[in-house]
């Protein structure tokens, strides 16, 4: 099976996930990813159309015909330069043998039409690039030249621009194919001597429901600084080689358990984001989600949970029976060495994701309070929180929930002992306690404390939810007309 190019959709995609060695490896190998997918049993269900392109090819020789008029008068309506005449657009020949063949002649190319100081235009010109230690060649749909001697990248889509605005996830795509243009023409540039890459492309794509091209001159400054560092995090194929079983093939045709065992010697960086641009992130969901991986919830829950990399540990610090913190070992067998963290839990903040900061001994302590609608604000003659009778407005139970809004807390009520679950007394050896000491019981587990906080603070949202709900006064009209109350949904604080 001949080895697959890459172009600049696969590495607009690896730059979007660099840490994924499983895609390097096997997009510089030249390996068909979604034959693999087949072969494992997980196709990726996406791809363009037969229909999209005979409709992109068709709309690229519109564009294009005429020796490039149209994209040339598009491009200075854009940037308000002065439309040359027909005929004065050079139109350099690029054939040459071999993409190697092919790159060189670009560059003598473009050197050329620099030197000249008028238009040109090259068709589907042949650009390198260097990715993580190997040469990538690279073909975009046409790079013009500036009579300044300047370059611009020019795309070419088949999605339309519907009443002046198109889909954002293809235009955001479009422009990361494009920074990877632009990044191979810097280095032409550099090697041409003097020229300059401009920092924004051309979007060529069809005007509503019709074939007649408009366009859009689209930044690339915030795609090319994203680009270029992603890449530049890139493994070096040979360290990624070097750590592969000797005599591994990733061949469609080999038996399907012997090709995932081979697929599983690399290791992948699976994220959600993968179904977009992946061929295999359909195996590697299934891989993850067999393992009980965190990374199949998302990038932003993964680094939330910090050192937990799976859903049993997660699971085991939420409900205190993780594995003991360092340098608590000394504890005695049966001992609670969590419980303190559900019964010292700060009072609810707006400071942090997870409702808490940490001090300067770096344990995690209450941040300051903020008055709201909801909130009591501190008496100052009572700097401990405490009202009369040891009681306080938001006082925080030992098994990690949370009772009491400000509401509540000076609207005269039943007694503890008629409302089971809504205690807010706190016992006397607890008063005036409102968070663990700096130099506190070790056994902490922060990522356990804010899991239980995180929980408690959804609870204690639903339970306003409904007290507001409950307490807000429904004009009759209205009720006539609705004929029953309405539900509202409890918003996420």
């Not at 589907?124 to 990248?153: F, K, N, Q, R």
Request: glycine share 10%; proline share 9%.
């Amino acid at each position: 099976m001949p080895p697959r190019p890459l172009d600049a959709r696969a590495l607009a995609a690896l730059a979007a996930n660099p840490g994924c060695r499983r895609r390097a490896l096997l997009d510089g190998a030249g390996v068909d990813k979604a034959a693999v997918a087949s072969a494992l049993g997980a196709p990726a269900p996406f791809g363009q159309s037969q229909f999209a392109f005979v409709r992109g090819n068709a709309f690229e020789a519109r564009v294009t015909r005429d020796g490039g008029a149209e994209l040339i008068r598009l491009l200075c309506a854009r940037t308000g330069e002065s439309a040359p005449e027909p005929g004065e657009v050079a139109l350099p020949e690029l054939a040459a043998d071999g993409p190697a063949g092919r790159t060189a002649r670009t560059r003598l190319a473009l050197g050329e039409a620099t030197a000249a100081g008028r238009w040109a235009l090259l068709r589907h010109p042949m650009l390198a690039l260097e990715i993580a230690g190997s040469p990538v060649h690279l073909e975009p749909d046409a790079v013009a030249v500036h009579p300044d001697g300047s370059w611009t990248v020019l795309e070419i889509k088949s999605f339309p621009v519907l009443d002046g605005s198109a889909d954002p996830a293809k235009v955001g795509a479009a422009a990361r194919q494009a920074a990877v243009y632009a990044l191979a023409l810097e280095e032409a540039a550099a090697a041409a001597g003097g020229a300059v890459v401009r920092p924004f492309a051309l979007l060529v794509c069809p005007r509503d429901f019709s074939n007649l091209p408009t366009a859009a001159a689209v930044d690339l400054r915030k795609q090319l600084a994203s680009t270029r560092r992603q890449l530049a995090r890139l493994t070096r194929l040979e360290e990624i080689a070097a750590a592969v079983p000797e005599g591994t093939r990733f061949d469609p045709e080999r038996p399907a358990g012997e090709l995932r065992e081979a697929v599983a010697t690399v290791p992948a960086a699976y994220a959600p984001e993968c179904l977009a641009s992946c061929e295999l992130a359909f195996h590697c969901r299934a891989t993850a989600r067999a393992e009980g991986s965190v990374t199949a919830l998302g990038r932003s829950v993964r680094g939330e949970l910090g050192g937990l990399t799976t859903v049993d540990e997660v699971l085991a610090a939420a409900s205190g029976a993780g594995p003991e913190a360092p340098g608590h070992g000394d504890e005695a067998p049966g001992a609670d060495v969590t419980g303190t963290d559900a019964a010292d839990a700060p009072a609810r903040n707006r400071d942090g994701p997870h409702g808490i900061v940490p001090d300067e001994a770096g344990r995690h302590a209450p941040a300051r309070d903020r008055t709201g609608p909801h909130r009591i604000p501190q008496d100052a003659t009572d700097p401990e929180g405490t009202a009369e009778g040891g009681t306080r407005p938001d006082a925080t139970a030992r098994d990690g929930s949370r009772h009491g809004t400000g509401r509540e807390a000076n609207r005269p009520g039943p007694s503890a002992e008629g409302r089971p679950g809504r205690d807010r007394t706190v016992p006397a050896d607890r008063a005036g306690e409102d968070a663990p000491a700096a130099g506190g019981s070790p056994g902490d587990d922060p990522a356990a404390a804010a899991l239980r906080r995180a929980a408690a603070l959804r609870a204690e949202a639903l339970a306003e939810a409904a007290a507001r709900d409950a307490a807000r006064p429904v004009p009759d009209g209205q009720a006539a007309e609705a004929g029953e109350a309405t539900r509202r949904e409890a918003p996420c604080r």
